[in-house]
């Protein structure tokens, strides 16, 4: 149980273009979701964290008019990189909170690796 | 704030060995710490989760200890294996800011 689905894994975009990155909860419901930044080698970094029907909360740093996130339902959470710049060619990688027994854990998507060219 | 560090960065070892990485962080204000596997260009496995009023937990081959008093989390990986080689994160949840917290990272790799 507790799976993310993400997508798509790999996706290359010319620079000034818009890329949707789409994270699924396939058997659970969930309430909140986590969008992280990963950089070669190095560890993730919290990018917002979006729940279900209100606006995203950013952490500080982070551009909110570039990187648009909607949590519309409880199964999805869709990451938007708009008018993507080679800076922007990353890893990112959704996140999902469950409460399960005894308590919270967390379950990753795959993972989208985003090349602007 | 919440720092979490890895130590060591990177591991090489011969089939067989025992490993322990480490996993401190600063705060010890946490609800619970998870360690995950990460193979290259994937995303994150949970491998253990650890709640706060837990000493340790224990997965097969793998067993995560807890001192929360002191900052300080080991993985412990017995008898490795080639298809143990991944980096290993360790991660800290800070319960009032709803955060998941990381930990540099151990990139590991095993050889025949």
């Known amino acids: 149980g507790a799976v993310v689905s993400q997508h798509p894994s790999w996706v290359i975009c010319k620079s000034g273009t818009s890329v949707k990155i789409e994270c699924r909860s396939l058997d659970f419901q969930a309430t909140t979701m986590f969008w992280y930044r990963q950089f070669p080698k190095q560890s993730l970094m919290l990018m917002a964290t979006s729940n279900e029907g209100s606006k995203a909360t950013y952490e500080q740093g982070v551009e909110k008019d570039k990187f648009l996130i909607n949590h519309a339902s409880l199964t999805l959470s869709t990451l938007t990189v708009t008018s993507a710049h080679p800076e922007d060619s990353s890893f990112y990688i959704c996140?999902?909170?469950?409460?399960?027994?005894?308590?919270?854990?967390?379950?990753f998507g795959s993972g989208t690796r985003l090349t602007v060219v | 704030k919440q720092e979490v560090t890895q130590i060591p960065a990177a591991l090489s070892v011969p089939e067989g060995e025992n490993l322990v990485l480490n996993c401190s962080f600063t705060?010890?204000?946490?609800?619970?710490l998870q360690w995950f596997r990460q193979d290259p260009g994937k995303g994150l496995t949970s491998l253990l989760l650890?709640?706060?009023?837990?000493r340790e937990q224990t997965s097969g081959r793998l067993n995560a200890s807890l001192d929360k008093s002191s900052g300080r989390s080991t993985l412990y990986i017995a008898a490795s294996q080639p298809g143990d080689s991944a980096t290993y994160l360790c991660a800290v949840y800070i319960y009032n800011t709803d955060k998941l917290i990381f930990g540099t990272g151990t990139r590991l790799q095993v050889f025949p």
């Open positions: 650890i709640q706060s009023s837990q």
């Open positions: 705060d010890s204000a946490i609800y619970n």
């Open positions: 996140s999902a909170r469950w409460v399960g027994q005894p308590s919270y854990g967390y379950t």
